[in-house]
């Protein structure tokens, strides 16, 4: 594979210098608030991506975020070796890519009962007390026959529990799915 490699330089530039792509097709506005905490708690730990223009290729909602915040200046990256196509396709494939990953649900759960237990609030970035292990219900095993068995894991509210029991009860009697056990 022939991975093309650029340099990454990155500069402080002035906030009033970046142009939002006026043709963005992300609606940001619920993530801006959270990348606003995010970036009080943690920092600004990813530049912004702009082409030549000063336009931006990634990072909308932390332009939006920083302006909010009433910064001057943003950490950017200006992707000068990046055609206008190629900018474009970027901009859509970084939004899409982040859509194809899942949460192990079992490890966010350690992760997050570690972080309650440091007293550290994920709540403010959408994260809850309820994704934690004792709101985790596991069905151990499924065997589907003639097939393989496979493990599942199944993160349920509690006020749902019953709701997707039934549904799961309706599957194994209509499509030969055995369900060796459950946790309530």
Not at 81 to 109: G, H, I, P, Q, V
Not at 124 to 140: L, M, Q, R, W, Y
Request: glycine share 2%.
């Amino acid at each position: 594979m022939n991975i093309k490699k650029s340099e990454i330089n990155i500069a402080e530039i002035d906030i009033n210098k970046l142009k939002p792509y006026k043709s963005n097709p992300r609606i940001n506005d619920n993530a801006i608030v959270p990348v606003i905490k995010s970036i009080k708690k943690f920092g600004f730990r990813q530049p912004i991506v702009v082409d030549k223009n000063m336009i931006v290729i990634v990072g909308h909602t932390r332009l939006e975020a920083a302006k909010r915040m009433g910064l001057k200046t943003v950490p950017v990256h200006i992707a000068n070796d990046m055609t206008e196509s190629n900018a474009n396709a970027y901009r859509l494939a970084d939004n899409k890519t982040n859509e194809f990953a899942c949460w192990n649900e079992s490890l966010l759960s350690d992760e997050l009962n570690d972080l309650w237990k440091k007293n550290i609030d994920m709540s403010e970035f959408g994260f809850s007390e309820n994704d934690t292990e004792e709101n985790v219900h596991v069905i151990e095993e499924v065997e589907l026959k003639p097939y393989k068995r496979i493990h599942i894991l199944v993160s349920i509210h509690p006020d749902h529990f019953d709701d997707i029991k039934n549904e799961l009860d309706k599957l194994r009697r209509n499509e030969n799915v055995e369900i060796i056990q459950s946790a309530n």
